[in-house]
Structure formats: structure tokens, C-alpha cells
């Protein structure tokens, strides 16, 4: 980096450090006081009550493929970086919910290291084990039981040919990420007989096929029968007692983002300290699987407190050297399951480039599996997959890693090695010894980064500290400097040089006044000055408290959104009374709910930038919608319709985007009758697929338009405005289903916007211009928006045209196949009705009472853009996903080719609205006995070069016996 | 204020969290009264708070954990496929093109103990195999005793035949047209884990008959019975033998250790007329070194099979002779470039990672076949060498694409079989 790049770097890193300070803590927007009274808080305050969090599953194969190609969560923005946060002023993480600081706080004796998460509820010996379930399927066998105590328990093995090591792996690892301070359950190690296990009552077995029948002791005898057995005949395991402090599993937590069910969870994942430093903790004890399916949130209710969500680690058996069925590949820790980057140099190396980690010495031992420190690099180290939070982790974060790890010392790291009571003594040894190692790789690397002093502490009138990587002899002592100034708390700025040499707290620091601070900020000598340590000190009562640390590097600078993207001027303000009004009973239902007094625009004020631009761009739009019947009469406008608001949802990273840039309202009771009245809103199709929860869709003209879509109550409905047409086939390829669809700042969404309806602003362009928002198909285009990654489904045979299929799938596929891969439009063209030609009309726009001929020529040429446009896929399942509708009464039908489309069959009555030319009745009611039968539908998501875009539905009839399309729809 | 019609799920939820908010809520300071960080973090929840929202889980999270409860990853690893219908893109003879088809696996069956497989496959050249199969895993009484039934019906109207021996013709290519209905009986007990001997009892018919391919002569235009024996003399055959295996690799589909080694006996009795009794024995090994902790594994493989009638007025038919050439060995030579009574070959390949997902590996391949045992030596042999990729999905082999180059020329390979499945 130049040198002026670097000064001027390392200026504005100064001046933003002290704003960012200010809101390092938590929340807090903004603010300009740096410092409470109540700081450096060590525990966050007593949870809010979680009322019914929901489950919610995820899938590995999804998150697998999510992480390597999509990359979800909020990345460090270039340039500049945002800081940890869920810290408190001297950079630790707050105890609760996530983390709580054990070791690295307060050195646990080797007794509490060795005890883990909890030795008073092992499981009992002194009566049966009987097991509720057992599984017995793929490479985890896996028994749960209920103890004598009542206490529940998860009980796994070691494979037969590696005795030890997975099990160890557990008991070592769950110790050591206990005492990093995550929450973990309790793990203990037991050794039982095969009699210990009896059958509870109903007890069942999971299937090969994934269902539930009664267990039998056989089944018991034939899990138990690969596993390994010592010699004494007897089984070791690992048994994980299932926390049962009155509460209750709510599923894995995602990497990124928030719970939104979760009053508690207020730091986007990807951003919190400890989860960024899990890092460091990952590399250390090769947790290489970790990943959303290895955490799990509990609902807990702890003594005096109310029932919240408690965040877990868990399943540590692929850790350290284990692989669990087997040793770790020898690639797990040094390259990703994929990475462009590594698969480049490793085919252009033609096997004969061997990074030294392919050389790498592992013992011969089975307990061990491929765990060594020679060829351990902590900065190159990876996990399988991408973990958001590992992505943005900066110096100051791995140095707080760094610091826990180094808070361990030989001893400690020995008798945790020891719970994993290893029959070989070489076994313990080595791991034992690769810890140490790794753990000095660690410190020595991290604390290069950043300056690494600690342990600061006042002692009489001098600032004491201790450099970590002198005391751990990673570096020769050396000398450092001390810039003395005051500090003003209220104005959040510092104030005049008042010394600037020695550790001794100057006369002027001392003097001071209680309730006044001074800021030291310490360089070392032959190191760059752009790393440095900056320590606040505040005079009290009781004398003087360190209550802030702040650690430069060079090229550090910070951005922080919230501060950035804060407007001067209140937009609140400029709105107009009605849309303030709407607002309102918003903010004040907020403060009700809340128990606040918080004025309309300072809650205006505190939305989300996109919160705010999508309440602004969609109540404007409301206000200058007029609606008429059909003789004219005015009902008034839109925004009449909406008696109040119940959640502004803005950008939300890593949501599908149905679920963004939109307002949920309640209506008037007769806003459904209303928008049916009226000519301006047209009835559009059922959300069946999208827009979950509210099936009845109205369209506001073309767009850019407003979209209402209305629950079944009539009263509940989420609105946004859609800036890019949802006709077919336009839709499917110019973004309408992702987020930018409904996002004004995106593209030149705002200024279409101004078109449509006049005098709209676009008020944040001059605040944000470095801010670059989505203007792209980036993130989940729906619920089901990923690149394809299955295997192709093969092309089918090429049937003749006209030739009979009597299978749906089969004539779905061959018309796909023949339209997109072979590109024999003719051949396509025969599967489509007569009928279609209404729908081609409408899609190219000319008059649907045209010859016969030149709708079959449009309806070739429709076809050939379509294709074209498509882009030249080889398989179906290049080109596209299939897409499942939520609505219950679409039947999915089960078909060969499922992985790349989906087939429904619809309700008569709602198959009748798709046919071409139909308009939906502006009453619709579904029936309460609907007929099947007549209208089935191929659903399906297009992808084009990899990236996914709209969604389109094929109508499908038998028309004199043989399949053919009689409509399609671009799904909304 | 909100009437009471009934509201949606998720306004339901929001006005259940506001009635717990107003009955448990608890002042706090306002925005402008916030003076510690507690309260600043209180703020901030309560502003949560009031803002929550059910959490919704993705629709395909449940179908893709459908697959993996019905078993795909290790259908995945064992080359079974998933529990349930399946899509199926092998199983017909080679060089009939891919397979399209579909099947259906129950392993679930009497408690885990049988598992049940049926499938049917074609291809656009007109091949067709239906298959089925049940593998009884373990017997009551006999926990390590196995037996399995398979029957198939294939029709393969793409079987090439250039002549018999090592010096057939490149520019004698023919094709013929091969129909077979088969049944299969084997009962094995395992000794080990790794060591298995059983018996298998087999019956069923050939026909072959003429194709009208343009591109490829039809196998009459050259041969006839005397250089084709058997040609359009349709069998009926039964037969029985034994086998023995040991299996020390560590996953079945594109191992990186250990090692298989195997024999197999047959006899193939003719029911009419006795002319085409035949006997026939294979020999199998396959070794895997793993070096570089299994980047690196160097594959040694070699085959073996010798044909027998026993009496000079018997022969064997040309479509039971022991063949070389095609996507598994001599693979720079086409598909049954060779047939003769015996047959031997070796191969070594070097393989090496890519990515967790993808190997590379160079290969060369030797063989040929002799009709006389006197004849087995390693002067003659045919070779053929190249380079290919290997897919791999959890940790299985599930995809092939190999050039190889002879003097015969180039061929292009493109297999859902790793070169190491196991013939028996």
C-alpha cells in the first residue's frame, strides 16, 4: 500500500474509530456519547421472553450447495470493513445467550476443564437404558434413551475400524469449545454391556426408507453389531444428554443474519465476535464440519429467567483428526469441498504440485485418525464449506480467538486430552502435542496482526499492560510509546496531546474530574505505527477504570452501515400527513407493544435504510393510485385501503424474495371488495407458489405496478411494487422474483417509479452513493433460487412428433427437451393447443383475432427468442429448478424427473383461470370440494447460465387423448 | 382497531406476541432517555420485539431431507441408489449408448433383511434391459449367510464382433443383435467381513440375430457359424459354479485402498443339444496404493478369463467368449474388440486430487486374447493409455469421463462405473 494511502487510512481509521466505538456495543445508532456508566458490560441483560419460536429444519445437501455457490450473508464491503459487534467496549463478548466467557476470562481449574459442560447428570448405571429410538441408517448409527433419572440422551459409536476415535474426538472437542465459552450439552463417555439397553414401550426404529416401526431387540443387536467393541466385550460411546431445562428444540441457527421469531437476536450473525472467532477456534481443533447443521437452538427457561433462545454447538465427532466412519480425508482443513481457486492449481498441477499437506506425517494410529501441527497453517486453514462469519473476520477478531486459545495452557490441553480416555497412551500423547503446536501457531500468527497487548490494568497512577507475544516468546521485548489526550465522552471525540511519553497516567489524567476520560494510545517500537492499541480510562468515584480498548492495524477502516447510511434530514418529515398518519399507528402500536414513548419520527428515523425506502416507495405509490368502478364513480385511493401497518419488511440478506422490500397491512373490511370493483386492479392469478399464506393476488395495471395479496381472512396482506414485468416471458429473465424486483433503489428503479407516479424522490441516492445496492438476480430468487448442482437428468429418447405419451412427465420433458435442448421448435410447437395461441398473442403483443397462420408463426418465433434467450443448455436440469407450490390445494405429483420440474394437479376451478385469455372472476372462492383431474401443471424455475430467474407455469390437458399445453403463466 | 375476522397465520402470531407484550411488557427508557448500555440493548430488543415474525422454512428443506432419510447418500456409495423410485442411466451391455430408465429399491423389507430392486432401462439405439433383484442380507439362523436372485431380460441390438482372435480385423466390424433372458441364483456365506465363497445356480436363453444398422455391417455379411460359432442358433443353457472373494477396499466405488482379489467358476450347460457346454473361470485383482495420504493412489489391475469345452465336438458360442476391449479394459480399443478363448489383461492408472469432488488420473492398459493357453505370454499385447476424470460424490465414483488413444485411435468414454467394479 503507498504511503499516503496508508496515512490516509490510518487518519480516517482514527476518526471513524471513535464513532464506531459508540455503537461497538450492541445496538446503538448512532449515538455521539462513546461510553455509559454501566460500561464495559459483561452480561447481557436478562432476555426478552421468545414467544413460540417456531422449528425450522434446514437440510445439509441445501446448505451445501447454498454456501458454495451463493455465499448468503452480509460480506465486508469493499473498501472499508465492519467491525464485530455483540462486544462490549473492550472488545469480549458479552455472557448470554451465545457465549460466555470461561477460560479466557477466568482461568478454570483443570478439574472444571475436564468436567465440560456438566458431570452431575451422566447417565445413570443403576438401572436399564431404555431406548426410545434408534436409528441404524447411513454413517451415523445412533441410539437415544431415557436413564434411570429420566434424563434423555443421545448415544453414538466409533466405527469398528478406528475404536476411540470418534468418540475421543467428542469428548476432547465438546471440553475445549465449553471452555472457549460456547454453550454445548453435556458429553459424557460410558461404557456399558449390551444389557444395559432395554426397550422402552413403543420404542421405534428409523427405516432405511426414513419412516418409524416398532423397535425390536434384533434391531439393537444389529446396530451395535459394525460398531467397535473392546476387548472386554463391551461398547464405548459418547452420550449427549438432551438439555431439558423446560424447554424446548427450535432447529439450527443460520451463519448469517437474524431469527426473526427471536426478540433476543439482535446482531446479524455474520457479524458477532464469537462467531467470527470460531474461526480461530475451528482451526485450532480442525472442526472442519462446521456448519448450520451442527448447531442447534434450544429453548431454555433458567432459573429467574424468562424462556429464550439459547444457541448450542454440537456434534463434534468429525473434529480433530476424525472423520467419523473413518479418518478425516487428508484434504478437510486445507481446501474447501470446493474452491475455484485450489481445483485451478490442482489441475494445472497434473498430480505432480503437492502442497505440503499432502505430504503430511500422520501417526499410525486408528484413535488419531489425520490430525498433525507440522503442516498447520491457521491463516490457510478451511473449513468444508463457507461460513459467513469466517469470511469476515478481521484482525481484531481473530487476535480475541488468538487470546482464548493462548489462554490454555499445556497442562490444561493435556487433561482435556485425557477425558477422552484413550486405551493408548501414543494416542493422547500426540493429539495432546499437536494442540500445543497448533495453539502456538495460532498465537504466533494472530498476534502479529494486530499489537497484542492485554491484561491492562491501573496499577497507582501508571497504565499497565502485558504483551502477549513477548510472553509467549513469539517476539523479543520491546519498547513502546504512549500518546496521552483527553477524551470528550458526550462529544465522542478526543481532546489536546496532554503527554505523550511513559506509561505513567499524566497529571492532567489524574486531576480530572469524575465522570471525565482520557484515551492512551500505545505504538511499539519497529512495528508498523498503524498498529496500535488505544485504551479509554475514566476518572470515578473509585478512581480510575479502563472501560474501552480499541486495536488498529494498518489499512484498517472502518464502516459501519448504520452510521453511514443515516440520513441527515428525517425523511419522516417530507412525507405527506396521510402516509406520516398510516406510519403513526404504526409507531405507536410499536411503543405500545414495546412499552416506549418513542415519537413517530425518531421510530421513522431508526428504521432500516431499506425500511425506509420501501415504506416510502410503496405508501407513495398507494396515495397516487386512484381507484374507479366501472362506470367511473371514483373508491377512492389505495392507500384508503390500508387501515393499518403491521411490519415494513426491507432488505433482508439471504431471504427469498417474496419475503423482502414489502408491507404487510391490515385492510379495511371491504378492501377486498373494493380492489374487485375497481377497473384499475386486476384479479390476477392464486399465489400458490410464492407469497405464502396469501393466495388472492391484484395487480395494479403494467408495470411498475403495486401488487396486492390478500390472506384468506380478507384482511391481512403483504404489498409491494414490482418495477419489472411478471409476463412470460419477459419475467423469467429480467429479474421479477428477486429482490431488486421491489427494491426502488436498485437499477433504475426510482426513476420508473417517478413515471408511474410523479413526484417521488429519490432522496438516499446523494447519502449512499458509496453504497451499492442490488441491482442484480444476487440471493435467493424465491424459495427455491439456487444454480442447479444435481446430477443431469438424462435427455430422453427422441420421440417422433405426434407420437403418443401417455405419461404427463414424459410429454413435459420431451416438449422441454425439444423446445430448449434440441431447439426443434416445430416439434415443440406440436404439444401446444390450439388455444395457446391466445396466450402467445398477449405475449407478443398482437391481435389475438389474427390468422391462424400468423399466430402459428408468432408462436414459432416466441419459442425460438425464448430459447435463444435461454440461453444453451445442455440438459434440462441446466436450465432449470423445480418449483414446489406451497398452497395446499395443489396436489404435487410424484414423477421421474422431479429434480428438474415439479407437476401439479390443480382444482378445476383454479386450473380454469389459467387457460389463455381467462381473467380471473374478481370473486374467486375456492371450492370446498374441489374436483381434480383436468388441468395439471409443470412448474418450473428458469435458470439461465447458471443463475436462476422467473418461474413459469404449463398448463397441461389431455386433448383428444394426448397431452398437450393449453396455457402457461409466468408465476407472480 | 381490528375486527375480529379471522386473520392470517402470521398476523395471528404478531397480535399473540403483542398480547404477551402488553400483559408481560415492562416500561423502559425511551430512545432519549437511554443512559446505560443495558438499557441501549434492552432498546434495541424491545424494538425487536414488536417487529417479530414467524420464521419459514424453505419447501425443499424437507424433500431434500426426504432423500437423505431414504437412503441416498449411501445408495450414493454402495451404487444402489435411493430408497424409492429412482432414475436409472445404466445397466445395458456396452456400447448400446446411455441408459434412460427408471427403478425402484426397498431395503426396508422383513426388517432390513431383503432388499428388493426392479428396474427398466433403454436406450435411443434400441436396447432395452427390465431387471430384478432381491438380496436376502442375512439369514434367521445364519447371520452371515446371503442369497440373492437376479433376472434379466436385455435386448442389445448393438453387440459388435470383429473376428475371433488377437488379429481380428479393425476393418471386419459387425454388429449383431443379442437378446437375453436370464436367471440367477447365488447363496454366499461370509467368513469374514472381507472374505466371502458361495455357489450360484444360473439358467436362461440367448438369441442372436442380425441388425440393419447402416453404419456397421450386420454380422452375417462377414461371419458366418464357422467364424462366429453359434451365430443365429438360438440356446438354452443352464449352468453352476462357485465363486470366492476378498475385499479389502475401503469404499466399493473408486477405492483408494486395499484391494479385491477374486475367482469365478461357471458351467454352462447346453439344453440343446449339449453342442455349446461350455466351463469358464475368471480370475480377478485389483490393488490400491495410496501414497501422499490418499492424493495420490496408484490402481494396478488385472483380469483373466479362460474359456473351456472340454470335447472337440463342442464350442463356444462367440457371444460367451471372453472379451477385451471397450470402457473397462483396452480402453483405447472399441467395445468386444477382441473375443477369443481366453483372455487376459493388466492396467495401471494414476490418480490424483483435484478437489473433494474430482480426481484426475492417467492411464495405460495391456492385453489380449489367445485361443490356445500355450499363447499366454506377454509378447503381442495390445496397449492403449490416456487420461480421464472421475466425479466423485460422498466419496463414491460416480461419473467417468476417460480418452484413451491405441492404434486403433481415440475414444472418448464417458461411464456412471468406475473401473473398479467388481465383476463378481
Redesign the interface.
Known amino acids: 500500500m503507498p504511503a499516503w494511502d496508508r496515512a490516509r487510512a490510518i487518519a480516517t481509521s482514527r476518526t471513524i474509530r471513535f464513532l464506531v466505538l459508540a455503537v461497538l456495543a450492541l445496538p446503538g445508532r448512532g449515538a455521539a456519547q462513546t461510553f455509559f456508566a454501566d460500561d464495559p458490560l459483561e452480561r447481557e441483560p436478562v432476555p426478552l421472553p421468545a414467544f413460540d419460536p417456531g422449528v425450522r429444519n434446514l437440510s445439509f445437501l441445501l446448505e451445501a450447495v447454498s454456501s458454495t455457490f451463493k455465499r448468503p450473508g452480509e460480506r465486508q464491503p469493499h473498501p472499508g470493513v465492519i467491525a464485530a459487534q455483540g462486544v462490549n467496549t473492550m472488545g469480549d463478548v458479552l455472557d448470554g445467550a451465545w457465549y460466555v466467557n470461561r477460560h479466557g476470562r477466568a482461568r478454570l481449574t483443570l478439574e472444571q476443564l475436564r468436567r465440560g459442560s456438566g458431570d452431575a447428570l451422566a447417565p445413570s448405571m443403576t438401572g436399564p437404558w431404555r431406548v426410545l429410538l434408534l436409528r441404524n441408517q447411513g454413517s451415523r448409527p445412533a441410539i437415544v434413551f431415557r436413564d434411570a433419572n429420566n434424563q434423555m440422551f443421545l448415544l453414538r459409536f466409533d466405527p469398528a475400524d478406528a475404536p476411540e476415535m470418534a468418540t475421543g474426538a467428542e469428548m476432547i472437542s465438546s471440553r475445549f469449545f465449553h471452555a472457549l465459552g460456547y454453550h454445548v450439552p453435556d458429553t459424557y463417555l460410558v461404557v456399558f454391556d449390551r444389557d444395559r439397553l432395554a426397550l422402552e414401550a413403543n420404542a421405534s426404529d428409523v427405516t432405511s426408507i426414513g419412516q418409524l416401526r416398532n423397535l425390536l431387540p434384533e434391531d439393537i443387536d444389529r446396530l451395535l453389531a459394525p460398531v467397535a467393541r473392546r476387548r472386554d466385550g463391551r461398547y464405548r460411546a459418547v452420550a449427549l444428554r438432551v438439555p431439558a431445562e423446560g424447554g424446548s428444540l427450535v432447529g439450527p441457527f443460520q451463519f448469517f443474519g437474524t431469527r426473526s421469531d427471536d426478540p433476543n437476536d439482535i446482531v446479524p450473525h455474520e457479524h458477532r465476535r464469537d462467531l467470527r472467532g470460531l474461526y480461530v477456534f475451528s482451526s485450532w481443533l480442525n472442526h472442519t464440519r462446521v456448519d448450520p447443521l451442527h448447531t442447534v437452538d434450544f429453548v431454555v427457561v433458567p432459573e429467574g429467567q424468562p424462556a429464550h433462545i439459547r444457541h448450542y454447538l454440537f456434534d463434534f465427532m468429525a473434529t480433530l483428526g476424525s472423520g467419523i466412519t473413518k479418518a478425516k480425508p487428508a484434504w478437510e482443513g486445507r481446501d474447501p469441498a470446493y474452491g475455484q481457486r485450489t481445483t485451478i492449481r490442482n489441475l494445472a498441477g497434473l498430480g505432480i504440485y503437492t502442497p505440503s499437506w499432502m505430504r503430511a506425517a500422520y501417526p499410525d494410529l486408528p484413535a488419531v485418525g489425520r490430525l498433525e501441527s507440522a503442516t498447520f497453517d491457521p491463516d490457510t486453514w478451511t473449513p468444508n464449506y463457507d461460513v459467513a462469519p469466517f469470511a469476515n473476520r478481521l484482525p481484531d477478531d481473530t487476535f480475541w480467538a488468538a487470546r482464548q486459545v493462548m489462554a490454555f495452557s499445556d497442562e490444561d490441553i493435556r487433561a482435556i486430552v485425557q477425558t477422552a480416555q484413550y486405551s493408548d497412551q501414543n494416542a493422547e500423547r500426540w493429539i495432546a502435542d499437536s494442540l500445543i503446536e497448533r495453539r502456538n501457531r495460532i498465537g504466533r500468527t494472530y498476534f502479529s496482526r494486530v499489537l497484542p497487548l492485554d491484561g491492562f490494568a491501573i496499577r497507582g497512577d501508571e497504565l499497565v499492560f502485558t504483551d502477549l507475544a513477548v510472553q509467549h516468546g513469539f517476539t523479543a521485548p520491546r519498547r513502546y510509546t504512549v500518546e496521552w489526550r483527553q477524551f470528550d465522552n458526550a462529544a465522542g471525540k478526543p481532546g489536546a496531546l496532554i503527554r505523550s511519553e511513559g506509561a505513567q497516567i499524566p497529571p492532567a489524567g489524574t486531576a480530572g474530574s469524575q465522570g471525565s476520560y482520557m484515551l492512551a494510545r500505545l505504538t511499539a517500537q519497529g512495528i508498523d505505527p498503524g498498529m496500535g492499541v488505544t485504551v479509554y480510562i475514566r476518572n470515578q468515584a473509585d478512581g480510575r477504570r479502563i472501560v474501552g480498548i480499541d486495536r488498529d492495524w494498518p489499512g484498517r477502516t472502518l464502516v459501519d452501515p448504520r452510521l453511514v447510511v443515516l440520513p441527515t434530514r428525517n425523511r419522516y418529515a417530507d412525507l405527506e400527513p396521510e402516509r406520516q398518519k398510516l406510519f403513526d399507528g404504526y409507531a405507536q402500536a410499536l411503543s405500545v407493544k414495546g412499552g416506549e414513548r418513542v415519537a413517530p419520527d425518531e421510530r421513522f428515523r431508526a428504521l432500516t435504510p431499506s425500511e425506509q425506502t420501501t415504506y416510502d416507495a410503496i405508501t407513495h405509490a398507494l396515495m397516487r393510485s386512484n381507484l374507479t368502478d366501472d362506470a367511473g364513480r371514483p373508491l377512492g385511493r389505495a392507500l384508503d385501503l390500508v387501515t393499518g401497518l403491521d411490519r415494513i419488511a426491507g432488505q433482508q440478506a439471504g431471504r427469498s424474495g417474496d419475503l423482502q422490500f414489502r408491507l404487510y397491512v391490515t385492510l379495511r373490511p371491504d378492501a377486498r371488495d373494493t380492489l374487485e370493483r375497481s377497473r384499475e386492479f386486476v384479479r390476477g392469478h392464486e399465489n400458490t407458489v410464492y407469497h405464502a399464506g396469501y393466495p388472492s393476488s391484484y395487480r395494479l395495471g403494467t408495470v411498475p405496478s403495486i401488487q396486492f395479496s390478500l390472506a384468506d381472512d380478507g384482511r391481512s396482506a403483504d404489498i409491494d411494487v414490482d418495477y419489472r414485468t411478471s409476463r412470460a416471458p419477459q419475467s423469467l429473465f429480467n429479474g421479477h422474483l428477486t429482490s431488486s424486483n421491489s427494491d426502488v433503489r436498485a437499477g433504475d428503479n426510482a426513476r420508473q417509479h417517478d413515471r408511474r407516479w410523479n413526484g417521488f424522490v429519490d432522496w438516499w441516492s446523494d447519502l449512499f452513493k458509496p453504497v451499492k445496492f442490488i441491482d442484480t438476480a444476487v440471493g435467493p430468487a424465491g424459495p427455491f433460487g439456487t444454480a442447479p448442482t444435481r446430477l443431469p437428468t438424462p435427455l430422453p429418447p427422441d420421440r417422433p412428433a405426434n407420437l403418443s405419451i401417455p405419461e404427463l412427465s414424459d410429454a413435459v420433458q420431451e416438449f422441454l427437451t425439444d423446445w430448449l435442448i434440441r431447439r426443434n421448435f416445430l416439434e415443440a410447437q406440436s404439444f401446444l393447443a390450439p388455444q395457446v395461441a391466445a396466450c402467445v398473442a398477449d405475449s407478443v403483443g398482437i391481435d389475438k383475432g389474427a390468422s391462424p397462420d400468423r399466430l402459428r408463426q408468432a408462436t414459432l418465433q416466441l419459442l425460438e427468442q425464448t430459447a435463444n434467450t435461454w440461453g444453451r443448455p445442455r440438459t434440462l436440469t441446466d436450465a432449470m429448478n423445480p418449483v414446489i407450490p406451497w398452497s395446499p390445494s395443489v396436489r404435487v405429483v410424484k414423477h421421474a424427473f422431479d429434480g428438474d420440474f415439479a407437476v401439479v394437479e390443480a382444482p378445476t376451478e383454479l386450473g380454469a383461470l389459467y387457460e389463455c385469455g381467462a381473467t380471473p372472476p374478481k370473486t374467486f372462492r375456492p371450492s370446498t370440494t374441489p374436483e381434480y383431474g383436468v388441468y395439471f401443471g409443470a412448474l418450473l424455475q428458469v435458470v439461465r447460465e447458471g443463475r436462476p430467474g422467473g418461474s413459469l407455469v404449463l398448463v397441461w390437458q389431455r386433448v383428444n387423448n394426448e397431452w398437450r399445453v393449453v396455457a402457461y403463466r409466468a408465476l407472480e | 382497531m381490528?375486527?375480529p375476522?379471522?386473520?392470517?397465520?402470521?398476523?395471528r402470531?404478531?397480535w399473540?406476541?403483542?398480547l404477551?407484550?402488553?400483559v408481560?411488557?415492562?416500561?423502559?427508557a425511551?430512545?432519549q432517555d437511554?443512559?446505560?448500555?443495558?438499557e441501549?440493548?434492552?432498546?434495541?430488543?424491545?424494538?425487536?420485539?414488536?417487529?417479530?415474525?414467524?420464521?419459514?422454512?424453505?419447501?425443499?428443506?424437507?424433500?431434500?431431507?426426504?432423500?437423505?432419510?431414504?437412503?441416498l447418500?449411501?445408495g450414493i456409495q454402495s451404487g444402489a441408489g435411493n430408497?424409492?423410485?429412482q432414475?436409472v442411466?445404466s445397466g445395458t451391455r456396452a456400447n448400446q449408448g446411455?441408459a434412460?430408465g427408471?427403478g425402484y429399491r426397498?431395503?426396508?423389507l422383513l426388517?432390513?433383511t431383503l432388499t428388493a430392486r426392479a428396474a427398466v432401462a433403454?436406450t435411443?439405439a434400441g436396447a432395452l434391459v427390465v431387471s430384478g433383484e432381491a438380496e436376502l442380507n442375512r439369514l434367521r439362523r445364519s447371520p452371515d449367510t446371503f442369497v440373492t436372485l437376479y433376472a434379466k431380460y436385455e435386448r442389445s441390438p448393438r453387440m459388435e464382433f470383429y473376428g475371433l482372435g488377437r488379429d481380428s480385423s479393425v476393418d471386419d466390424r459387425t454388429r449383431y443383435l443379442l437378446n437375453t433372458l436370464s436367471g440367477e441364483v447365488r447363496a454366499g456365506y461370509r467368513f469374514t467381513r472381507n472374505l466371502n465363497v458361495g455357489v450360484e445356480f444360473l439358467g436362461g436363453g440367448a438369441h442372436t440375430g442380425p441388425t440393419s444398422g447402416q453404419d456397421v455391417p450386420s454380422i452375417e455379411t462377414i461371419f458366418d457359424a464357422t467364424t462366429a460359432p453359434g451365430l443365429f442358433d438360438d440356446t438354452t443353457f443352464l449352468g453352476y459354479g462357485g465363486f470366492a472373494g476378498y475385499d479389502t477396499r475401503?469404499v466399493p466405488r473408486g477405492p483408494r485402498s486395499g484391494g479385491f482379489y477374486g475367482i469365478n467358476f461357471t458351467r454352462y450347460v447346453d439344453l440343446t443339444g449339449g453342442r455349446y457346454t461350455n466351463r469358464q473361470l475368471e480370475l480377478e485383482g485389483q490393488h490400491f496404493l495410496p501414497y501422499?495420504?490418499?492424493?495420490?493412489v496408484v490402481a494396478l489391475f488385472a483380469r483373466a478369463r479362460f474359456a473351456y469345452t472340454g470335447r472337440d465336438d463342442r464350442v463356444i458360442p462367440f457371444y460367451l467368449l471372453p472379451k477385451l476391449g471397450g470402457n473397462f479394459d483396452l480402453r483405447g480399443f472399441g467395445p468386444y474388440r477382441f473375443h477369443d478363448n481366453n483372455a487376459f489383461m493388466a492396467a495401471v492408472e494414476?490418480r490424483?486430487?483435484?478437489?473433494?469432488?474430482?480426481e484426475?488420473a492417467?492411464f495405460v492398459d495391456a492385453g489380449k486374447t489367445v485361443s490356445d493357453k500355450g499363447e499366454i505370454h506377454l509378447s503381442g499385447l495390445n496397449y492403449s493409455g490416456g487420461v480421464g476424470f472421475r466425479a466423485r460424490?460422498n466419496d463414491a465414483v460416480?461419473?467417468r469421463f476417460d480418452v484413451a488413444r491405441s492404434r486403433e485411435g481415440l475414444r472418448w468414454i464417458w461411464s456412471m462405473s468406475d473401473i473398479s467394479r467388481r465383476r463378481f
Open positions: 381490528h375486527d375476522a379471522p386473520l392470517s397465520r402470521a398476523s402470531w404478531v399473540a406476541v403483542t404477551v407484550m402488553l408481560c411488557g415492562r416500561s423502559i425511551s430512545a437511554v443512559t446505560t448500555r443495558a441501549e440493548i434492552e432498546r434495541e430488543r424491545r424494538q425487536k420485539q414488536v417487529t417479530l415474525w414467524p420464521e419459514r422454512e424453505d419447501p425443499l428443506v424437507a424433500r431434500a431431507n426426504g432423500l437423505l432419510d431414504r437412503g447418500g449411501e430408497n424409492g423410485w432414475v442411466l446411455q434412460f427408471i426397498r431395503s426396508d426388517r432390513d433403454g435411443l475401503d501422499f495420504n490418499a492424493t495420490r494414476h490424483w486430487y483435484v478437489f473433494s469432488g474430482l484426475m492417467l460424490v460416480v461419473l
